[in-house]
């Protein structure tokens, strides 16, 4: 199998699982190559930059394809206009005796198809989840929708595989100052408006005006200059600490120092940051969409907000600040339920449809 995943230096969850999936498939008797498809480096790229590097990347794809010859090509990607023009061009190559293509989407704007001004989008969008011999999909949410659009298609549910470090173990969820001091909100994630950042920061005004606490984001994106903005026009400068884009050491000593994990997103498939957070021991605050909704159990592993809704997100944070005993009952759960993503548990699955693939294209031939 050929997998084709995003490069170490752009950061974010895929090239943490990237090595995760492979030594699970490696363990379910597949043989894995592994090829950069992504963009090469964090953050924005020139339109040429882009132009001449997807197009490399498509020539050095189709290289090792013809010299490896690989029963399964597997493209861990989402969905998006980006990997739109990425994803098109492959699969438009993969004609005759090339083997068959598998989309692993790591989220997906599939709520956008067929709105209004998008048909586009939704062209290209239909033409490639038809063009494909399976796709991968993080979320019950999802999986009903493409089932909707694309009857045609070939989809499957999938869960992320995820191990936690032994020093993210612990034995009481943090209380780094809700004994009377300041309580500590973290934020992990791109900044984006579809995270839910703009909201939080309204949330967090309006705890602030009765509790102490302190907001910490870890992350970088396309609205970080707004972000900042509007931590500005709410009198926030005190209250919230801009770590940027954090790995390892900094990014757990984050976890490790905070109270309550919140993430308010408008879109996803299933965090890889939720499950960090849940092996930390964090209480978490989301939204009950696609993942969340389907492996976070309310009140046991989260406290569950509609998106975009400042009001019942504070609500959400000052009930956790409020009753100790419930971040203790969620964060022993939440470092339970992480065992339920171990790779021996998950990657079985993605070996069985991605041989159900290579068996077909076999039978076909």
């Known amino acids: 199998m050929l997998m084709l995943t995003a490069f170490p230096a752009i950061g974010g969850p895929l090239p943490k699982l990237a090595p995760l999936v492979a030594d699970g498939l490696r363990r379910c008797d597949c043989e894995v190559a592994i090829e950069g498809w992504s963009a090469h480096v964090a953050g924005r790229e020139s339109l040429v930059a882009k132009i001449a590097g997807r197009s490399a990347d498509l020539v050095r794809v189709r290289r090792r394809i013809r010299e490896w010859k690989p029963d399964v090509v597997y493209v861990v990607t989402s969905h998006n206009w980006p990997t739109l023009l990425r994803d098109v061009p492959l699969a ?7 083997p068959p293509l598998v989309l692993h989407l790591h989220g997906s704007e599939c709520d956008r198809l067929r709105e209004p001004g998008t048909w586009l989008f939704t062209s290209l969008s239909l033409w490639l989840m038809r063009h494909v011999s399976a796709v991968l999909v993080l979320s019950t949410e999802e999986l009903r929708a493409w089932r909707g659009l694309c009857p045609e298609g070939r989809f499957h549910l999938v869960r992320n595989p995820f191990v936690p470090t032994a020093s993210r173990a612990r034995e009481s969820v943090p209380l780094n100052g809700l004994g009377g001091g300041c309580a500590t909100l973290l934020f992990v994630g791109r900044l984006v408006a579809e995270k839910g950042i703009f909201e939080l920061l309204d949330a967090l005004s309006i705890v602030r005006r009765q509790r ?7 992350g970088r994106g396309e609205a970080e ?13 005190q209250d919230v600490s801009m770590l940027g884009y954090v790995t ?7 976890y490790q120092a905070a109270d ?6 408008y879109r ?10 849940m092996s930390y021991g964090l209480p978490i605050v989301t939204t009950p969409i696609r993942g969340c909704a389907d492996h976070l159990v309310p009140d046991e592993n989260a406290l569950f907000v509609p998106p975009r809704d400042p009001e019942e997100l ?19 759960a939440n470092r339970a339920k992480v065992a339920h993503f171990a790779p021996d548990s998950v ?3 993605y070996a069985e449809i991605l041989r159900s693939v290579a068996t077909a294209k076999e039978g076909g031939a």
Not at 212 to 218: G, K, N, P, S, T
Not at 225 to 237: D, H, K, P, S, V
Not at 260 to 265: G, I, R
Request: hydrophobic share 45%; with cysteine; charged share 30%.
């Open 260 to 265: 309550v994990f919140v993430l308010p997103s």
């Open 92 to 98: 438009l190559t993969m004609t005759g005796g090339s």
């Open 212 to 218: 102490r606490c302190r907001l910490v984001v870890a």
């Open 248 to 254: 390892d050491g900094r990014l757990e000593s984050a």
């Open 268 to 277: 996803e498939g299933f965090p890889l940051v939720v499950m960090e957070a």
């Open 314 to 332: 504070a609500r959400a944070i000052e009930r956790l600040l409020d009753d100790e005993a419930l971040r203790q009952r969620m964060g022993a």
């Open 347 to 349: 990657m079985p699955r």
């Open 225 to 237: 200059r707004e972000t900042a903005r509007r931590i500005r026009l709410l009198g926030l400068g």
